[in-house]
């Protein structure tokens, strides 16, 4: 069994920072792509980084030039960081995995979610 576990969320005013933290674990061959993605109320769950096992990284134009998206390939992990928060940042964010497990082919995973809240 594979489980993305996150931490990081909370409650951040509006310029400040956040980071998110994102560990895979279980039975585990290799790790691809892993990102993050948010979703706010009424909204559908977007794109907000994702970063290659290479270190190839994408963003959303939303958020480029304040967030940072990294790995640990080591430790099979991925962080979120995310400076100059904004209102609109708020929502739950999640974390997501293309992951081989041992044996088996590859599959999607996601994190619980986290909670992020920026006030104004």
């Known amino acids: 069994q594979v489980q993305l576990v996150e931490s990081g969320g909370g409650l951040v005013q509006a310029g400040g920072s956040l980071r998110l933290s994102c560990a895979a674990s279980g039975r585990i061959f290799t790790i691809g792509a892993m990102g993050w993605y948010r979703q706010a109320p009424g909204k559908q769950r977007g794109l907000v980084a994702t970063i290659t096992a290479g270190g190839t990284t994408n963003y959303a134009d939303s958020v480029k030039g304040r967030f940072t998206i990294s790995r640990d390939n080591n430790n099979n992990t991925v962080i979120l960081q995310m400076n100059s928060l904004k209102p609109e940042d708020t929502a739950v964010y999640y974390c997501?995995?293309?992951?081989?497990?041992?044996?088996?082919?590859?599959?999607?995973?996601w994190g619980q979610g986290t909670q992020v809240t920026v006030s104004s």
């Open positions: 997501n995995a293309r992951i081989w497990v041992v044996p088996g082919p590859s599959n999607d995973y």
